[in-house]
Protein backbone atom coordinates (compact mmCIF):
# COMPACT_ATOMS: atom_id res chain seq x y z
CA UNK A 1 0.00 0.00 0.00
CA UNK A 2 2.72 2.07 0.46
CA UNK A 3 4.76 1.84 -2.99
CA UNK A 4 3.50 2.26 -6.84
CA UNK A 5 4.25 -0.30 -9.21
CA UNK A 6 4.51 0.98 -12.79
CA UNK A 7 4.40 -1.99 -15.56
CA UNK A 8 5.79 -1.07 -19.16
CA UNK A 9 5.00 -2.72 -22.31
CA UNK A 10 2.13 -2.85 -25.06
CA UNK A 11 0.15 -1.14 -23.41
CA UNK A 12 1.81 1.02 -21.75
CA UNK A 13 2.14 1.63 -17.59
CA UNK A 14 -0.95 1.68 -15.06
CA UNK A 15 -0.23 2.45 -11.41
CA UNK A 16 -0.67 -0.11 -8.48
CA UNK A 17 -1.14 1.13 -5.16
CA UNK A 18 -1.14 -1.53 -2.17
CA UNK A 19 -2.16 -5.06 -3.30
CA UNK A 20 0.33 -6.54 -6.08
CA UNK A 21 0.25 -7.64 -9.84
CA UNK A 22 1.68 -10.05 -11.89
CA UNK A 23 4.78 -8.70 -13.82
CA UNK A 24 5.87 -11.06 -16.75
CA UNK A 25 9.40 -11.57 -16.93
CA UNK A 26 11.01 -9.62 -20.16
CA UNK A 27 7.78 -7.89 -21.11
CA UNK A 28 7.42 -6.25 -18.07
CA UNK A 29 9.23 -4.55 -15.33
CA UNK A 30 8.40 -1.91 -12.38
CA UNK A 31 9.62 0.15 -10.12
CA UNK A 32 8.40 1.40 -6.55
CA UNK A 33 8.03 4.87 -5.19
CA UNK A 34 7.46 5.88 -1.37
CA UNK A 35 4.31 7.85 -0.02
CA UNK A 36 5.57 7.57 3.14
CA UNK A 37 6.22 11.16 4.94
CA UNK A 38 8.94 12.75 5.16
CA UNK A 39 10.61 15.52 7.60
CA UNK A 40 12.40 17.99 6.62
CA UNK A 41 14.27 20.21 8.77
CA UNK A 42 14.86 23.60 7.25
CA UNK A 43 17.67 26.64 8.26
CA UNK A 44 18.34 29.33 6.65
CA UNK A 45 20.96 31.67 6.94
CA UNK A 46 20.78 35.26 7.90
CA UNK A 47 18.24 36.88 5.39
CA UNK A 48 17.19 40.60 5.29
CA UNK A 49 13.91 41.44 5.56
CA UNK A 50 11.97 44.84 4.68
CA UNK A 51 13.47 46.27 7.30
CA UNK A 52 16.98 45.38 6.48
CA UNK A 53 17.31 43.25 9.80
CA UNK A 54 19.48 39.67 8.98
CA UNK A 55 17.34 36.74 10.25
CA UNK A 56 17.75 33.38 10.96
CA UNK A 57 14.71 31.07 10.35
CA UNK A 58 14.81 27.27 11.50
CA UNK A 59 11.30 25.12 10.84
CA UNK A 60 9.64 21.99 10.59
CA UNK A 61 8.33 20.57 7.47
CA UNK A 62 6.54 17.41 6.75
CA UNK A 63 5.65 16.41 2.93
CA UNK A 64 5.18 13.41 1.37
CA UNK A 65 3.50 12.26 -2.31
CA UNK A 66 0.16 13.11 -2.84
CA UNK A 67 -2.16 9.69 -3.04
CA UNK A 68 -4.11 11.01 -6.14
CA UNK A 69 -3.12 8.95 -9.34
CA UNK A 70 -2.15 12.54 -11.47
CA UNK A 71 0.16 13.39 -8.63
CA UNK A 72 1.59 9.82 -8.09
CA UNK A 73 2.15 9.87 -12.02
CA UNK A 74 3.73 13.03 -11.90
CA UNK A 75 5.81 12.17 -8.73
CA UNK A 76 7.02 8.92 -10.76
CA UNK A 77 7.99 11.17 -13.81
CA UNK A 78 10.46 12.99 -11.63
CA UNK A 79 11.45 10.87 -8.98
CA UNK A 80 10.92 7.16 -9.59
CA UNK A 81 14.72 6.61 -10.08
CA UNK A 82 15.68 8.23 -7.43
CA UNK A 83 16.14 7.67 -4.08
CA UNK A 84 14.12 9.23 -0.62
CA UNK A 85 16.89 10.73 0.51
CA UNK A 86 17.02 12.57 -3.31
CA UNK A 87 13.51 13.60 -2.85
CA UNK A 88 13.58 15.35 0.58
CA UNK A 89 16.34 17.25 -0.82
CA UNK A 90 15.12 18.48 -3.76
CA UNK A 91 12.43 19.17 -1.58
CA UNK A 92 14.11 21.09 1.39
CA UNK A 93 16.02 23.48 -1.38
CA UNK A 94 12.62 24.35 -2.58
CA UNK A 95 11.24 25.08 0.80
CA UNK A 96 14.35 26.90 1.95
CA UNK A 97 14.08 29.26 -1.43
CA UNK A 98 9.86 30.20 -0.83
CA UNK A 99 11.36 30.83 3.04
CA UNK A 100 14.02 33.02 2.03
CA UNK A 101 11.64 34.95 -0.34
CA UNK A 102 8.93 35.11 2.22
CA UNK A 103 11.02 36.40 5.33
CA UNK A 104 12.34 39.41 2.77
CA UNK A 105 8.88 40.94 2.41
CA UNK A 106 8.01 40.95 5.51
CA UNK A 107 9.20 42.99 8.52
CA UNK A 108 10.62 41.35 11.87
CA UNK A 109 8.01 42.27 14.40
CA UNK A 110 5.40 40.37 11.55
CA UNK A 111 7.66 37.64 11.61
CA UNK A 112 8.06 36.96 15.57
CA UNK A 113 4.54 38.30 16.72
CA UNK A 114 2.55 35.60 14.65
CA UNK A 115 4.50 32.77 13.77
CA UNK A 116 1.07 30.77 12.51
CA UNK A 117 0.71 33.42 9.85
CA UNK A 118 4.62 33.20 8.63
CA UNK A 119 3.93 29.33 8.43
CA UNK A 120 1.01 29.57 6.58
CA UNK A 121 2.30 32.15 3.86
CA UNK A 122 5.65 29.77 3.41
CA UNK A 123 3.45 26.53 3.09
CA UNK A 124 0.83 28.25 0.81
CA UNK A 125 3.80 29.83 -1.23
CA UNK A 126 5.33 26.40 -1.62
CA UNK A 127 2.58 24.53 -2.22
CA UNK A 128 2.20 25.17 -5.87
CA UNK A 129 5.78 24.69 -6.63
CA UNK A 130 5.67 21.03 -4.55
CA UNK A 131 2.61 20.50 -6.07
CA UNK A 132 4.20 20.42 -9.61
CA UNK A 133 6.01 17.65 -8.45
CA UNK A 134 3.67 15.49 -7.05
CA UNK A 135 4.18 16.69 -3.83
CA UNK A 136 2.22 17.90 -0.44
CA UNK A 137 2.71 20.15 2.16
CA UNK A 138 1.65 18.06 5.15
CA UNK A 139 1.83 20.42 7.64
CA UNK A 140 5.22 23.38 8.08
CA UNK A 141 6.29 25.16 11.50
CA UNK A 142 8.34 27.89 12.35
CA UNK A 143 11.11 26.37 15.23
CA UNK A 144 13.13 29.75 15.60
CA UNK A 145 13.78 33.07 14.70
CA UNK A 146 17.34 34.59 15.74
CA UNK A 147 19.39 36.99 14.49
CA UNK A 148 23.02 38.05 15.69
CA UNK A 149 22.78 42.08 15.67
CA UNK A 150 20.43 41.73 19.39
CA UNK A 151 17.87 43.83 17.65
CA UNK A 152 15.38 40.97 18.77
CA UNK A 153 16.67 40.90 22.23
CA UNK A 154 16.60 45.46 21.91
CA UNK A 155 13.35 45.18 20.48
CA UNK A 156 11.63 42.91 22.99
CA UNK A 157 13.76 44.85 25.89
CA UNK A 158 10.46 47.61 26.12
CA UNK A 159 8.47 44.41 25.81
CA UNK A 160 9.95 42.52 28.10
CA UNK A 161 10.07 45.57 30.86
CA UNK A 162 6.78 46.05 30.23
CA UNK A 163 5.93 42.42 30.45
CA UNK A 164 7.73 42.38 34.10
CA UNK A 165 6.49 46.01 35.26
CA UNK A 166 2.61 44.69 34.71
CA UNK A 167 3.74 40.90 36.27
CA UNK A 168 5.26 43.16 39.51
CA UNK A 169 2.38 45.40 39.51
CA UNK A 170 -0.07 42.57 39.23
CA UNK A 171 1.49 40.44 41.76
CA UNK A 172 1.47 43.83 43.89
CA UNK A 173 -1.83 44.36 43.73
CA UNK A 174 -2.64 40.55 44.49
CA UNK A 175 -0.12 40.94 47.69
CA UNK A 176 -1.65 44.16 48.41
CA UNK A 177 -5.32 42.07 47.95
CA UNK A 178 -4.18 39.22 49.87
CA UNK A 179 -2.05 41.61 52.39
CA UNK A 180 -6.04 43.38 52.40
CA UNK A 181 -7.94 40.01 53.05
CA UNK A 182 -5.77 38.84 55.32
CA UNK A 183 -5.88 41.83 57.19
CA UNK A 184 -9.62 41.47 56.99
CA UNK A 185 -9.43 38.41 57.95
CA UNK A 186 -7.59 38.57 60.89
CA UNK A 187 -9.64 41.63 62.04
CA UNK A 188 -12.40 39.88 61.87
CA UNK A 189 -10.50 36.87 63.94
CA UNK A 190 -9.25 39.74 66.36
CA UNK A 191 -13.02 41.05 66.92
CA UNK A 192 -14.10 38.14 67.58
CA UNK A 193 -11.28 37.09 70.25
CA UNK A 194 -11.71 40.48 71.92
CA UNK A 195 -15.70 40.04 72.02
CA UNK A 196 -14.80 36.31 73.99
CA UNK A 197 -12.36 37.90 75.94
CA UNK A 198 -14.98 40.70 76.67
CA UNK A 199 -17.41 38.22 77.63
CA UNK A 200 -14.49 36.13 79.73
CA UNK A 201 -13.76 39.46 81.27
CA UNK A 202 -17.32 40.25 82.59
CA UNK A 203 -18.27 36.92 83.95
CA UNK A 204 -14.90 37.01 85.91
CA UNK A 205 -15.81 40.53 87.22
CA UNK A 206 -19.32 39.42 87.73
CA UNK A 207 -17.66 36.61 89.64
CA UNK A 208 -15.36 38.46 91.47
CA UNK A 209 -17.86 41.20 92.61
CA UNK A 210 -20.56 38.55 94.13
CA UNK A 211 -16.90 36.96 96.43
CA UNK A 212 -16.14 40.48 97.11
CA UNK A 213 -19.66 41.05 98.39
CA UNK A 214 -19.77 37.85 100.25
CA UNK A 215 -16.77 38.42 101.71
CA UNK A 216 -18.00 41.98 102.99
CA UNK A 217 -20.83 40.76 104.57
CA UNK A 218 -18.44 38.10 106.36
CA UNK A 219 -15.80 40.66 107.13
CA UNK A 220 -18.79 42.92 108.56
CA UNK A 221 -20.66 40.72 110.68
CA UNK A 222 -16.70 39.91 112.21
CA UNK A 223 -15.79 43.38 112.34
CA UNK A 224 -19.13 43.89 114.27
CA UNK A 225 -18.36 40.80 116.79
CA UNK A 226 -14.68 42.28 117.40
CA UNK A 227 -15.57 45.75 117.58
CA UNK A 228 -18.59 44.55 120.39
CA UNK A 229 -15.81 42.85 122.39
CA UNK A 230 -13.17 45.62 122.36
CA UNK A 231 -15.40 47.84 122.96
CA UNK A 232 -16.97 46.07 126.26
CA UNK A 233 -13.39 45.90 126.80
CA UNK A 234 -12.16 49.04 126.36
CA UNK A 235 -15.24 50.33 128.50
CA UNK A 236 -13.91 48.06 131.46
CA UNK A 237 -10.38 49.35 131.35
CA UNK A 238 -11.74 53.16 131.08
CA UNK A 239 -13.29 52.19 134.41
CA UNK A 240 -10.53 50.19 136.03
CA UNK A 241 -8.30 53.21 134.92
CA UNK A 242 -10.41 55.80 136.28
CA UNK A 243 -10.09 53.84 139.62
CA UNK A 244 -6.27 54.06 139.12
CA UNK A 245 -6.41 57.87 138.04
CA UNK A 246 -8.56 58.72 141.59
CA UNK A 247 -6.11 57.00 143.53
CA UNK A 248 -3.72 58.52 141.94
CA UNK A 249 -5.35 62.01 142.41
CA UNK A 250 -5.54 61.11 146.00
CA UNK A 251 -1.99 60.10 146.20
CA UNK A 252 -0.99 63.72 144.78
CA UNK A 253 -3.40 65.25 147.05
CA UNK A 254 -1.37 63.88 150.19
CA UNK A 255 1.99 64.62 148.18
CA UNK A 256 0.87 68.74 147.56
CA UNK A 257 0.00 68.78 151.16
CA UNK A 258 3.42 67.10 152.16
CA UNK A 259 5.02 69.55 149.75
CA UNK A 260 3.07 72.63 150.73
CA UNK A 261 4.65 71.90 154.14
CA UNK A 262 7.86 71.21 152.53
CA UNK A 263 7.56 74.38 151.07
CA UNK A 264 6.41 76.46 154.02
CA UNK A 265 10.33 74.76 156.02
CA UNK A 266 11.82 75.90 152.86
CA UNK A 267 10.76 79.14 152.85
CA UNK A 268 12.20 79.59 156.30
CA UNK A 269 15.39 77.74 155.47
CA UNK A 270 15.92 79.91 152.68
CA UNK A 271 15.54 82.87 154.75
CA UNK A 272 18.43 81.92 156.47
CA UNK A 273 20.99 80.58 153.24
CA UNK A 274 22.61 81.96 150.71
CA UNK A 275 21.60 82.06 147.10
CA UNK A 276 23.26 79.29 145.27
CA UNK A 277 21.87 76.63 148.10
CA UNK A 278 18.41 78.58 147.67
CA UNK A 279 18.90 77.94 143.52
CA UNK A 280 19.65 74.30 143.15
CA UNK A 281 16.89 73.59 145.75
CA UNK A 282 14.27 75.78 143.49
CA UNK A 283 15.55 73.62 140.60
CA UNK A 284 15.79 70.09 142.41
CA UNK A 285 11.85 71.21 143.13
CA UNK A 286 11.44 72.24 140.22
CA UNK A 287 12.56 69.30 137.89
CA UNK A 288 10.96 67.14 140.84
CA UNK A 289 7.61 68.69 139.89
CA UNK A 290 7.68 68.72 136.27
CA UNK A 291 8.84 65.44 136.28
CA UNK A 292 5.91 64.37 138.05
CA UNK A 293 3.53 66.70 135.99
CA UNK A 294 5.14 64.86 132.84
CA UNK A 295 4.52 61.08 134.41
CA UNK A 296 0.84 62.21 135.32
CA UNK A 297 -0.19 63.52 131.84
CA UNK A 298 1.17 60.62 130.28
CA UNK A 299 -0.54 58.38 132.34
CA UNK A 300 -3.82 59.94 131.77
CA UNK A 301 -3.74 60.47 128.22
CA UNK A 302 -6.80 60.05 126.67
CA UNK A 303 -8.82 60.15 129.95
CA UNK A 304 -10.63 63.67 129.91
CA UNK A 305 -12.04 63.35 134.05
CA UNK A 306 -8.98 62.26 134.62
CA UNK A 307 -6.67 64.78 133.08
CA UNK A 308 -8.90 67.37 134.39
CA UNK A 309 -8.54 66.47 137.56
CA UNK A 310 -4.59 65.62 137.56
CA UNK A 311 -4.60 69.40 135.74
CA UNK A 312 -5.88 71.16 139.24
CA UNK A 313 -3.63 69.13 141.30
CA UNK A 314 -0.85 70.06 139.19
CA UNK A 315 -1.75 73.75 139.15
CA UNK A 316 -2.08 73.86 143.05
CA UNK A 317 1.25 72.49 143.20
CA UNK A 318 2.18 75.32 140.60
CA UNK A 319 0.81 78.07 142.57
CA UNK A 320 1.75 76.57 145.64
CA UNK A 321 5.70 76.55 144.26
CA UNK A 322 5.49 80.14 142.71
CA UNK A 323 4.34 81.22 146.33
CA UNK A 324 7.24 79.89 147.62
CA UNK A 325 9.81 81.10 144.95
CA UNK A 326 8.48 84.60 144.93
CA UNK A 327 8.88 84.55 148.92
CA UNK A 328 12.37 83.09 148.61
CA UNK A 329 13.33 85.84 145.86
CA UNK A 330 11.41 88.33 147.90
CA UNK A 331 13.65 87.24 151.39
CA UNK A 332 16.76 87.01 148.93
CA UNK A 333 16.61 90.58 147.45
CA UNK A 334 15.93 91.94 151.37
CA UNK A 335 19.04 90.33 152.36
CA UNK A 336 21.30 91.42 149.36
CA UNK A 337 19.95 94.85 149.85
CA UNK A 338 20.73 95.03 153.53
CA UNK A 339 23.97 93.15 153.10
CA UNK A 340 25.15 96.08 150.70
CA UNK A 341 23.87 98.89 152.77
CA UNK A 342 25.87 97.69 155.05
CA UNK A 343 29.16 97.24 152.92
CA UNK A 344 28.83 100.74 151.74
CA UNK A 345 28.29 101.93 155.35
CA UNK A 346 31.59 99.64 156.73
CA UNK A 347 33.52 101.05 153.42
CA UNK A 348 32.80 104.61 154.06
CA UNK A 349 34.34 104.06 158.43
CA UNK A 350 37.45 102.42 156.51
CA UNK A 351 40.61 103.71 156.57
CA UNK A 352 43.83 103.39 155.35
CA UNK A 353 44.87 101.11 158.34
CA UNK A 354 41.68 98.70 157.73
CA UNK A 355 42.49 98.91 153.92
CA UNK A 356 46.14 98.34 154.85
CA UNK A 357 45.27 94.87 156.83
CA UNK A 358 42.74 93.83 154.05
CA UNK A 359 45.70 94.04 152.02
CA UNK A 360 48.07 92.54 153.83
CA UNK A 361 45.58 89.50 154.79
CA UNK A 362 45.44 88.50 151.17
CA UNK A 363 49.18 89.52 150.28
CA UNK A 364 49.05 85.36 150.52
CA UNK A 365 46.18 84.84 148.52
CA UNK A 366 48.10 87.31 145.79
CA UNK A 367 51.36 85.45 146.14
CA UNK A 368 49.74 81.96 145.62
CA UNK A 369 48.13 83.20 142.51
CA UNK A 370 51.61 84.42 141.31
CA UNK A 371 53.16 80.89 142.17
CA UNK A 372 50.48 78.92 141.03
CA UNK A 373 52.01 78.36 137.28
CA UNK A 374 55.07 76.94 139.16
CA UNK A 375 52.58 74.53 141.23
CA UNK A 376 51.78 73.09 137.74
CA UNK A 377 55.38 72.14 136.37
CA UNK A 378 55.51 68.54 135.95
CA UNK A 379 59.45 69.27 135.96
CA UNK A 380 61.88 71.74 135.96
CA UNK A 381 65.84 71.34 134.35
CA UNK A 382 68.39 72.87 136.61
CA UNK A 383 71.47 73.31 134.08
CA UNK A 384 74.89 74.59 136.05
CA UNK A 385 77.04 76.94 134.90
CA UNK A 386 80.17 74.52 134.73
CA UNK A 387 82.53 76.91 137.01
CA UNK A 388 81.18 75.41 140.42
CA UNK A 389 79.51 79.12 141.50
CA UNK A 390 75.82 76.81 141.37
CA UNK A 391 74.27 79.48 139.42
CA UNK A 392 71.27 77.56 138.02
CA UNK A 393 69.58 76.22 141.44
CA UNK A 394 70.52 80.11 143.18
CA UNK A 395 68.60 81.62 139.53
CA UNK A 396 65.81 79.65 140.34
CA UNK A 397 65.77 80.83 144.03
CA UNK A 398 66.32 84.37 142.67
CA UNK A 399 63.79 84.25 140.31
CA UNK A 400 61.22 83.69 142.53
CA UNK A 401 62.10 86.18 144.90
CA UNK A 402 61.85 88.83 142.17
CA UNK A 403 58.26 88.15 141.00
CA UNK A 404 56.87 88.41 145.08
CA UNK A 405 59.43 91.45 144.95
CA UNK A 406 56.59 92.75 142.26
CA UNK A 407 53.50 92.59 144.78
CA UNK A 408 53.97 96.15 146.20
CA UNK A 409 54.60 98.38 142.81
CA UNK A 410 51.30 96.06 141.89
CA UNK A 411 49.16 96.88 144.99
CA UNK A 412 50.57 100.28 144.46
CA UNK A 413 49.27 100.42 141.08
CA UNK A 414 45.77 98.89 141.56
CA UNK A 415 45.02 100.99 145.07
CA UNK A 416 46.76 103.63 144.77
CA UNK A 417 48.51 103.01 147.85
CA UNK A 418 52.51 102.50 148.79
CA UNK A 419 52.90 99.78 151.13
CA UNK A 420 55.92 100.53 152.16
CA UNK A 421 54.92 104.40 153.45
CA UNK A 422 51.84 102.88 154.96
CA UNK A 423 54.16 100.28 156.91
CA UNK A 424 56.00 103.02 158.56
CA UNK A 425 52.87 104.57 159.31
CA UNK A 426 51.79 101.84 161.77
CA UNK A 427 52.85 103.29 164.85
CA UNK A 428 51.19 106.46 163.85
CA UNK A 429 47.61 105.19 163.04
CA UNK A 430 47.86 102.91 166.13
CA UNK A 431 48.02 105.67 168.36
CA UNK A 432 45.32 108.30 166.07
CA UNK A 433 42.84 105.00 166.44
CA UNK A 434 41.05 104.75 170.06
CA UNK A 435 40.26 102.03 171.79
CA UNK A 436 36.58 103.59 171.96
CA UNK A 437 36.69 103.84 167.52
CA UNK A 438 37.97 100.17 167.25
CA UNK A 439 35.56 98.44 169.36
CA UNK A 440 32.64 99.98 167.47
CA UNK A 441 34.23 98.81 164.48
CA UNK A 442 34.66 95.65 165.51
CA UNK A 443 30.82 95.68 166.76
CA UNK A 444 29.31 97.61 163.64
CA UNK A 445 31.54 96.89 161.02
CA UNK A 446 31.71 93.38 159.12
CA UNK A 447 34.57 91.92 158.65
CA UNK A 448 36.44 90.98 155.50
CA UNK A 449 35.78 87.18 155.97
CA UNK A 450 32.23 87.85 156.41
CA UNK A 451 31.75 90.66 153.24
CA UNK A 452 33.45 87.76 151.06
CA UNK A 453 31.46 85.53 152.21
CA UNK A 454 28.18 87.76 151.79
CA UNK A 455 26.79 86.66 155.87
CA UNK A 456 24.53 89.46 157.28
CA UNK A 457 26.23 92.33 159.55
CA UNK A 458 25.46 91.59 163.10
CA UNK A 459 23.69 94.41 165.03
Known amino acids: HDAVSGEKGVRGFHIVKGGGAVVWPVLETYQTLSLELMTLDINTPAVYTVQGVPLMVEGVAQIKVKGDDTSIITAAEQFLDKSQAQIAEIALHTLEGHLRAIIGTMNVEEIVTNW ?135 EKQKQIEVQEQEILRREKELAATVEKPAMAERAKIQQLAEAEQYRLQATATGQAEATRQVGVAEADAAKARGL ?136
Do not use: C
Not at 131 to 140: D, E, H, K, T
Not at 201 to 211: F, G, L, N, P, W
Not at 333 to 353: C, F, H, L, R, S
Not at 400 to 421: C, K, R, S, W, Y
Open 116 to 250: DQFAQRVQEVSAVDLANMGLQIVSFVIKFVRDDQGYLEAWGRPRIAAVKRDAAIAEAEAQRDATVKSAQAHQLAESARFQADTLIAESDRDYKMKVAEYNASVQQKTAEADLSYDLQKFKTQQLVRQEEVQVQVV
Open 324 to 459: ADAEVIKAKGVAEAQAMAQKAQAWQEYNEAAILQIVVENLPNLAKAVAEPLSKTEKIVVIGGGNGGGAGASKVTQDVVNVIAQLPPMIQALTGMNLEDILKKLPEYSKEIPAKKIAEGKKTAPTPEALVEGEKPQA
